[in-house]
């Protein structure tokens, strides 16, 4: 079983910054993609970013230039780095991450519980 945990949410004017965290933890497995996800009230789920193990990125178009995907695979640990933030910007975000228990060859997708964001003057 593996938890997320994700942090770093809160209020911010327009133009602000935010620094999301999501920290796995649990035991005997290897991380594969991690992403983050937002929900704004009345709307669906959308992406905001992908990271694979190796580093590689995608971003939203509506994200792009402005927020940040980065992982820490030593501490299972995935960042977003939230920049120049509008006031659509505003959801509760979520972490994923697709896991591979070790010794196995299966893959879990697993979620945190969601961080609020709320950009506002």
């Known amino acids: 079983q593996v938890q997320l945990v994700e942090s770093g949410g809160g209020l911010v004017p327009p133009g602000g910054s935010l620094r999301l965290s999501c920290a796995a933890s649990?035991?005997?497995?290897?991380?594969?993609?991690m992403g983050w996800y937002r929900q704004a009230p009345g709307k669906q789920r959308e992406l905001v970013a992908t990271?694979?193990?190796?580093?590689?990125?995608n971003y939203a178009d509506s994200v792009k230039g402005r927020f940040t995907i980065s992982r820490d695979n030593a501490k299972n640990t995935m960042y977003l780095q939230m920049n120049s933030l509008k006031l659509e910007d505003t959801a509760v975000y979520y972490c994923?991450?697709?896991?591979?228990?070790?010794?196995?060859?299966?893959?879990?997708?697993?979620w945190g519980q969601g961080t609020q964001v709320t950009v506002s003057s």
């Open positions: 994923n991450a697709l896991v591979t228990p070790l010794g196995t060859r299966s893959n879990y997708l697993y």
């Open positions: 649990g035991s005997s497995f290897s991380i594969n993609a």
């Open positions: 990271i694979t193990s190796g580093g590689n990125t």
